[in-house]
């Protein structure tokens, strides 16, 4: 059986092209493989972060997001807590977000210094107004975890 495809644009509209609306309601199932840890620890109440266990690597950072292996020497990482206070370094506001973002428009995006950690932690600002410096404090959704980065917010300390 052949079909005579069209090759312009006008010949598809002429067509009246059939149109299917796809809704996307089917669920995602995947695993978050050796950084399923760090979710675990957001249900405890813990900010979970790795470091290097190669001691020839001489590399003492602690790495959030974790790491599973050290970037520098590609060995193993073990598993600390990080602390739970810290200071926004920087923050935006996203007034027009996209379709599957779940927070509010208007909520503070932030980035968090928290000491001992080399990397600056993306979250969000449960409550107040955001300012660079500003200190802060973890805070964690227990009652209905949604086991994304979602679970883990600041609000001023």
Known sequence: MSIDWPNTVLEVVERKPLLVKNPKTWSHIHSYGGWGRFFDGLRERKILATHCKNP???????????????PDCWHETAWVEAPQRGKIYTWSVVKYPGELF????????????????????????????????MPVRAVFNTERPTHTILDLAWVPA
């Open 56 to 70: 020839a690597c001489g590399e003492k950072r602690l790495w959030l997001p974790p790491r599973c292996e050290c």
């Open 102 to 133: 779940k927070l509010p428009a208007g909520t503070p995006l932030i980035s968090v210094e928290l000491e001992g950690v080399c990397t600056k932690l993306m979250s969000w600002l449960k409550e107040g107004k955001p300012e660079i410096g």
